[in-house]
């Protein structure tokens, strides 16, 4: 991603990895008919992963592409590190706060019905609700002012050790309550996990059902998202991949899954982060969002629109990142940073492109492996 990973309460224990690549482009403005990179093959793109993945040393690396020439997908290294059995492409990762697309586009297809309003208050819909007074935009594009839960005091360490436990809603909003707003409501932007609580919380409201069961209906389901499911809610369809993290600070990275439930880290980011998931089913997801097949073409522009508060080369919509990479190209996505992970979903609308990477590392930066293959891709006719 273009900016820090929103995930920050991981980060003083990251060591950044800065990967500088030189590209050569046919023309220094828009490129032309007769100067259009060919759309890359596996001959282009894998010798790309593979020389990402290991100058980066990430054990794990898949990568997945859709854009108007057809499609490919790659996986790279060992899903265990110095292990001997290859990654595959359809491995389920921790995708982390990702997971915010899938829930925001529920609240806007709950919009579209009717059922809720973006600037309705959440008291409207929460009765129990005692936070600030905020709206569901606020909530969507991280302007309402909450703080952030994951930033408590001992929160992080209490997620690693007591893996089995099973937080409530409750006890994860009652880690901010009482805390002042960063902001009032509207003024600023912050990103919160705790605001995509809440609209969980909304979403189950409105429904009578759970987000997780929301998701699955409207998304999954429809969508035949085999590979996927909601962490904490549903029961795992196959053990995610190891992912590395150094969880004790001792400067060397160690393996942080078991191959058994997280509970505690999967119950306490439910919405903002919970959902398991493969490259292949990301593809296909981004597929459907951003060619009109989830949400009608107003709303998901709106989903799309920049936000205030933010300088020129990032921003934040409705559940959406907005990043412009080299400060002239737009993209449309998420990113997402857990203990062991990193993962990307982008959509280019100038190469009219999805584009995912998946990484078991949390020193990954799968921003650059996406714009090296993003400058590959030749620009789609209807662009500006």
């Not at 990654?87 to 586009?105: C, E, L, N, Q, Y």
């Not at 809720?116 to 409207?124: A, E, I, K, Q, R």
């Not at 705790?194 to 429809?222: C, F, K, M």
């Not at 593809?283 to 522009?301: C, K, M, P, Y």
Request: charge should be negative; charged fraction near 20%.
């Amino acid at each position: 991603m273009a900016r820090t990973n929103p995930d920050r309460r991981w980060n003083r224990s990251m060591a950044g990895i800065a990967i500088m690549v030189a590209v050569v482009l046919a023309t220094a403005g828009c490129l032309s008919a007769r100067t259009e990179p060919a759309a890359p093959g596996p001959e282009a793109l894998h010798p790309t992963l593979t020389r990402w993945r290991t100058k980066a040393d990430i054990p794990a690396t898949v990568l997945g592409v859709i854009h108007p020439g057809g499609s490919w997908r790659g996986a790279d290294g060992t899903a265990e590190r110095g292990g001997s059995a290859p990654a595959t492409t359809d491995a389920p990762f921790r995708i982390a706060s990702i997971t915010k697309v899938f829930v925001a586009v529920v609240v806007l297809q709950l919009v579209e019905e009717g059922k809720l309003g973006l600037d309705d208050p959440v008291s409207t819909h929460l009765a129990s609700y005692t936070l600030e007074p905020v709206t569901i935009r606020q909530l969507l594009n991280h302007t309402s002012g909450i703080p952030d839960y994951t930033l408590a005091t001992g929160f992080n360490k209490q997620l690693l050790e007591h893996r089995d436990r099973r937080w409530t809603t409750a006890e994860v909003l009652a880690l901010v309550q009482g805390k002042e707003p960063q902001f009032p409501a509207g003024t600023g932007y912050a990103y919160s996990n705790t605001g995509y609580i809440l609209l969980g919380e909304v979403i189950n409201s409105t429904t009578g059902t759970s987000w997780a069961h929301q998701v699955r209906r409207r998304i999954l389901d429809p969508l035949g998202l085999d590979g996927t499911y909601i962490a904490g809610s549903e029961p795992p369809l196959k053990p995610v991949v190891p992912g590395y993290f150094d969880a004790d600070n001792d400067g060397q990275l160690e393996n942080v899954e078991t191959g058994r439930p997280w509970t505690a880290l999967e119950t306490s980011e439910g919405p903002a982060g919970a959902i398991v998931s493969t490259m292949p089913d990301l593809l296909v997801f981004g597929d459907a969002l951003f060619r009109g097949r989830l949400l009608e073409n107003s709303t998901l522009q709106q989903m799309v629109a920049d936000g205030p508060f933010h300088p020129r080369f990032t921003n934040y919509g409705l559940g959406m990142e907005i990043l412009r990479p080299d400060y002239r190209t737009t993209v449309w996505g998420h990113g997402g940073f857990l203990p062991g992970f990193k993962s990307l979903l982008w959509y280019v609308p100038s190469r009219d492109a999805v584009i995912v990477v998946l990484s078991n590392d949390t020193r990954a930066n799968p921003n650059d492996l996406a714009e090296l293959v993003m400058r590959t891709l030749p620009a789609h006719p209807d662009s500006p």
